[in-house]
């Protein structure tokens, strides 16, 4: 118990809020307390202070494995009750945290937003949680998309869903129109054949463009990205 009463506002006192800008997030801890561990300080620094280095994919996120059981309970409720703010990154830790008490506020968001982006983004977390069709049906919307930029700034999750569909997609987009989308593709193959991105790519475009109809090799690039740990 002592746990607890050390983190939680007394109930008492005013909640304070915790502001990132202009944003006023409902915080019903004292995120400095030192009952808290380093990953969960993390935790809440990259949620709730800054997001930007998770925004541009800086951060090592070890703090969703590293929290305490305890922990990653209250960064459930934390980010549960503040995705009526709707921001990507607290979409996306609903389905890192395997927070499927927040389904239910996740398909309200979902059902109120008609923008592909926002959709995908949403859609990736209701999927984390219990694989709704619903994601992939988006995924390949977004492979069809007349925006060049919206490929491109979803281009990682196509390969969310390790299976045959993703390593399809992947070939399909070797021929995309756009020359960063092409390079993306490229360079995601070379990643799943070495299961590490090199400097210098083994392979190029044409190259994978001659094995699309190769079974054998298809098949391998599915069980290599199956065992990715991305």
Not at 63 to 82: G, H, P, V
């Amino acid at each position: 118990m002592g746990f607890f009463k050390n983190i939680f506002v007394n109930k008492t006192e005013k909640v304070e809020l915790t502001k990132q800008k202009s944003t006023e997030y409902f915080i019903d801890i004292d995120p400095n307390s030192n009952s808290f561990s380093t990953a969960f300080k993390d935790f809440y620094k990259n949620h709730f202070i800054d997001q930007r280095g998770l925004a541009r994919q800086e951060v090592d996120t070890y703090f969703f494995n590293s929290m305490t059981l305890e922990e990653k309970e209250i960064a459930k409720r934390l980010i549960r009750q503040n995705l009526k703010l709707r921001q990507a990154i607290l979409f996306r830790a609903s389905g890192l945290l395997q927070d499927k008490e927040a389904l239910p506020l996740l398909y309200d968001q979902f059902q109120n937003n008609t923008d592909l982006s926002w959709l995908l983004t949403i859609g990736q977390a209701i999927w984390k949680l219990n694989g709704d069709d619903l994601y992939p049906k988006l995924l390949r919307q977004l492979k069809d998309h007349t925006s060049d930029t919206m490929r491109e700034a979803h281009f990682d999750q196509v390969t969310d869903l390790k299976n045959e569909e993703s390593i399809e997609m992947l070939f399909d987009y070797l021929t995309d129109k756009s020359g960063l989308v092409k390079s993306m593709t490229v360079s995601k193959l070379n990643y799943i054949l070495a299961g590490q991105y090199e400097q210098n790519q083994r392979f190029d475009r044409d190259y994978f463009l001659s094995k699309r109809n190769d079974k054998e090799f298809r098949s391998e690039l599915v069980e290599k990205l199956k065992n990715l740990n991305e």
